[in-house]
């Protein structure tokens, strides 16, 4: 009888070995209280049942939780709620919005006693934070180049929170953001004409980048010939100005001779592109002989 009181002993004792796995912590409890916090993966000995109790969690587990309209399972008989994925946007819209948000554990203590139901409260949490940042934007914001942003604010307000229950907010990511059926139709409409509207800017903005340069190029070019023909006549009448005032110097000097001068060049210059008819007021004889006839 002693020997086999003395094996059951043994097999109690033996019962304190515990193996942690490689994705896993240990959280030891002795007596109601947290003894070890975070034990390692690996082969470990506690005192048995009832004096300790062993908690394992998944902290290199990354857990995934839905946020909005569930999709429906027919193996557990769930019913998909449109109400769930119902939010209300800043300017007063009902938008149906589907999100995921991915987290792990950071604190397996706080994880295990902070609260009787972490996973669901994580869901809570970051829906609430969703809720409140869609109710800041308008619905175009949301439905287009608001997703990104919304995310990252939702997913930091949510990480406020829930340090408390030793959760780590990986991503939140919006699946799915969609009127309600009864207008869809009206926000496809809508949508089209914006779009159709950006395409017309990108397609107006194209055009001016097109024919703005070549305004300019041309504007330019005309400019150019401008300054170029004003320093022309200004080279031009200086030129001339120069010239006058050389003249002006040598006629002060011998008026008799530049008078002259200044005839005979320009009767150089003019009489070859005039007719002449030469007229002898006396009616006697002159020698034509030098004057070449034109026919």
């Not at 942690?20 to 109601?32: A, K, N, S, T």
């Not at 997913?155 to 009127?179: D, S, Y």
């Not at 001339?240 to 110097?249: C, D, I, S």
């Not at 009767?267 to 592109?273: D, H, N, W």
Request: proline share 5%.
């Amino acid at each position: 009888m002693l020997r086999w009181l003395l094996i059951c002993f043994l097999l109690y004792l033996l019962s304190g070995f515990y193996i942690v796995g490689g994705d896993e912590v240990g959280v030891v409890r002795l007596f109601g209280r947290v003894w070890q916090r975070r034990v390692p993966s690996g082969l470990h000995y506690r005192p048995p049942f009832p004096f300790t109790r062993l908690d394992k969690v998944k902290v290199r587990q990354v857990r995934r939780t839905t946020i909005g309209m569930e999709a429906p399972d027919v193996v557990i008989g769930r019913q998909a709620n449109p109400l769930q994925a119902q939010f209300l946007t800043g300017d007063q819209n009902i938008i149906l919005v589907r999100a995921v948000a991915q987290y792990t554990v950071r604190d397996p203590v706080r994880f295990l006693f902070a609260a009787s139901d972490p996973e669901g409260l994580v869901g809570k949490f970051i829906e609430a934070a969703l809720t409140n940042e869609i109710a800041q934007m308008p619905v175009d914001a949301v439905m287009t180049t608001g997703k990104i942003a919304i995310q990252n604010r939702v997913r930091e307000k949510a990480q406020q929170w829930l340090n408390e229950i030793g959760v780590c907010v990986v991503a939140v990511t919006i699946e799915r953001v969609a009127p309600p059926d009864p207008v869809k139709d009206a926000f496809e409409a809508v949508t089209q004409a914006r779009q159709t509207r950006h395409r017309l800017i990108l397609e107006a903005q194209s055009y001016a980048n097109t024919v703005i340069p070549q305004a300019r190029g041309e504007a330019q070019k005309l400019i150019n010939e401008a300054i170029a023909y004003r320093d022309k006549r200004i080279a031009e009448a200086k030129g001339e100005a120069a010239r006058f005032l050389a003249l002006l110097a040598e006629y002060r000097k011998a008026k008799d001779v530049t008078s002259a001068r200044l005839y005979l060049e320009a009767m150089e210059e003019l009489l070859p592109k005039i007719k002449k008819v030469i007229v002898d007021p006396r009616g006697g004889q002159l020698d034509i002989g030098m004057v070449q006839r034109q026919p």
